[in-house]
């Protein structure tokens, strides 16, 4: 089976630094993702990580360990808007389509 | 154009009821998906259609029937629902199934309530 574990809840100030953990246990691996969803809104894919190592796109960064099946989410410098929940996930199956998505943490960023 | 349209945003349909829920994209993409989300959980995969071929079927009941007349549509009918099928329902593509199943674009949703 597959399953990913990711806090229920974070909460920081504006300007800090979060970091949202994800742990993973599956069967197969072919990289994990994260996505972002504001209360009643889509969800808004961030970043992938398929090898080991941190990619950034501007404000977010993205880790990703293999052998520890552990990744996390960096937000930088944050802002009230990305007071949203979180929800890391992986690719169930190189070929069939399917993405398992974790329980989703829940960001409050305070002023 | 990076963006899914799903219509309606909203619908009440009682129990009794057949209706259908729209989604398109003119991202050229070949994998579309149908998700349906409760309040603070996250979402639920349904169907995969790859190529406009119906690939996952992830145990739905069948009082959900998905169509994909094209590769850039994608219905999902509705008949006989019950109560606890109110949730939020999510269409998404990517451009094909496989890596780039990681990056989903989704639709804004359609809030369903069934009474």
């Known amino acids: 089976g597959q399953s990913l574990e990711q806090p229920s809840e974070v909460t920081a100030v504006e300007g800090a630094i979060v970091q949202i953990n994800c742990t993973y246990q599956?069967?197969?691996?072919?990289?994990l993702s994260w996505y972002q969803q504001h209360d009643g809104g889509a969800p808004t894919f961030l970043s992938y990580?398929?090898?080991?190592g941190l990619e950034e796109t501007g404000r977010f960064s993205s880790f990703l360990s293999r052998s520890d099946s552990y990744g996390y989410l960096l937000l930088q410098e944050l802002q009230m808007k990305d007071s949203a929940s979180y929800f890391c996930?992986?690719?169930?199956?190189?070929?069939?389509?399917?993405?398992?998505f974790g329980q989703g943490t829940t960001l409050q960023v305070k002023p | 154009d990076t963006e899914v349209t799903q219509t309606p945003k909203h619908l009440v349909m009682g129990m009794t009821n057949k209706k259908s829920l729209k989604c398109e994209q003119h991202?050229?993409?070949?994998?579309m998906y149908w998700y349906k989300q409760k309040a603070k959980k996250p979402p639920e995969l349904m169907f995969v259609?790859?190529?406009?071929?119906?690939?996952i079927n992830e145990s739905v009941p069948s009082r959900f029937s998905p169509e994909c007349p094209n590769s850039s549509l994608l219905n999902l009918h509705l008949h006989a629902l019950q109560p606890e099928d109110s949730a939020l329902y999510l269409c998404?593509?990517?451009?094909?199934?496989?890596?780039?199943?990681?990056?989903?674009?989704f639709g804004p949703g359609t809030r369903l309530t069934v009474t």
């Open positions: 998404a593509s990517s451009q094909t199934p496989g890596r780039q199943t990681s990056e989903q674009y």
């Open positions: 599956t069967s197969g691996f072919y990289g």
């Open positions: 990580n398929a090898l080991d």
């Open positions: 996930a992986v690719i169930g199956s190189s070929n069939t389509g399917k993405l398992i």
């Open positions: 991202m050229g993409h070949r994998a």
């Open positions: 259609y790859s190529y406009e071929k119906l690939s």
